[in-house]
């Protein structure tokens, strides 16, 4: 972990010790930090979350002259796909790869 993570919350910390140890009424500047943490948490989970660029859609039929990348056979028989980017390899091939063929997948599950 880098230390800007751990001192991230450091200038926050701060003020609410100063806040706490100079003021005559600390039960209102626990209230107030209180409610901001209620606020910022609150506004944290309603953040848009990012949507899956690539939707699968189920098995997709195999192309006219479809070719395993491994051994350059056409594909045919024992075709399996890679469970993250959904090429088609021979069961063999995946195996003898040890994953997808795909060099950015580099998936070690099949579909």
Do not use: N, Q
């Not at 626990?30 to 948490?41: E, R, Y």
């Not at 028989?77 to 195996?95: E, L, M, N, Q, Y």
């Amino acid at each position: 972990m880098s230390p800007r993570r751990w001192l991230k919350p450091l200038p926050m910390f701060w003020l609410l010790y100063i806040s706490l140890r100079h003021s005559g009424h600390p039960e209102w500047v626990l209230s107030i930090f209180g409610a901001l943490a209620i606020v910022l948490g609150v506004a944290w989970l309603m953040k848009p979350k990012p949507k899956p660029e690539i939707a699968y859609l189920g098995p997709v039929a195999l192309r006219e002259g479809a070719r395993c990348l491994v051994c350059r056979d056409p594909l045919s028989g024992d075709v399996i796909h890679c469970g993250r980017c959904h090429t088609p390899h021979h069961r063999a091939c995946f195996t003898y790869v040890g994953g997808c063929s795909i060099y950015a997948c580099a998936s070690r599950r099949a579909a």
